[in-house]
């Protein structure tokens, strides 16, 4: 019994290189190759140029770290040269400028673009008869998701000094009232302790017309006063007119003696 040789492995190989399905495989390799190298560096590439041929805007980087009141807010509103828009919910600063379709001067949010949009969401939810906590975490989720946090609102000198002013009579008058109002009266207080009682708003009115009282005297005593002043002005003046008079006699009297005696 006979036995095969076996073939080698640089047989196997060199047969597997020379194979009719190799020489396809690596035809079709080179030749793909030379179309990639060859063909695609005739075609444009898109770079800055043809990106604003589109019509694309380069958006400004988004500002960080601002300390501003609510006028200077106002200066980046949809009509800003620059086009960078700012809004402020909670007094946290946002720069909602990669947004101009809503924010610039024809979005549907123009109006907000430098203002503080918490009334906004306030008239919003009574118009949409919406809970106004629930429409105000929506847009605070909104604003944290899309746009970055810009800065923070702050207070103006003139607008704090303004705050610290004292509050007018009328106004701390209102306040007691309220507060009287809130006052619980007790159920167990008896009809006969009720007359007894009085609340502090009845005292006020109580003095109220207490002052009233004392004010309408005094107006009175001023007024005899006058008419008195007037009554006493009137009597001087007929005294001095009766001394003009008796002085003018006076003097006829004396012009007449020195006449009769040179007559005489």
């Not at 005739?42 to 609510?70: I, R």
């Not at 509050?167 to 507060?179: F, K, P, Q, R, V």
Request: glycine share 6%.
């Amino acid at each position: 019994m006979s036995s095969l040789p076996t073939k080698g492995w640089n047989t196997q190989l060199r047969e597997l290189i020379t194979s009719p399905i190799t020489i396809i495989a690596m035809t079709c390799l080179v030749g793909y190759l030379a179309f990639v190298r060859t063909f695609r560096r005739e075609q444009p590439t898109y770079d800055d140029k043809d990106y604003e041929q589109e019509g694309h805007v380069e958006l400004p980087a988004p500002l960080a770290d601002l300390k501003l009141t609510l006028k200077q807010l106002a200066n980046y509103n949809c009509h800003n040269p620059n086009n960078v828009y700012l809004v402020a919910l909670n007094e946290i600063i946002y720069d909602v400028s990669s947004a101009p379709h809503d924010f610039g001067p024809d979005g549907k949010f123009h109006m907000l673009s430098g203002t503080d949009i918490d009334d906004f969401i306030r008239n919003r939810s009574l118009y949409d008869v919406r809970n106004k906590v629930t429409l105000l975490k929506e847009w605070k989720v909104m604003l944290e998701d899309y746009f970055y946090v810009a800065g923070e609102i702050i207070e103006d000198d003139k607008e704090s000094n303004a705050g610290e002013e004292p509050a007018s009579d009328e106004t701390l008058l209102n306040d007691m009232e309220a507060t009287v109002e809130e006052i619980p009266v007790h159920e167990s207080i008896q009809s006969d302790d009720n007359d007894s009682l009085r609340t502090a708003l009845d005292c006020l009115n109580d003095d109220d017309e207490a002052v009233d009282e004392e004010d309408s005297d005094k107006d009175e005593e001023n007024e005899s006063i006058e008419m008195g002043q007037g009554d006493g002005a009137d009597e001087t003046a007929d005294q001095h007119q009766e001394q003009q008079q008796q002085g003018k006699d006076l003097s006829k009297k004396k012009m007449e003696q020195p006449a009769n005696g040179r007559a005489g």
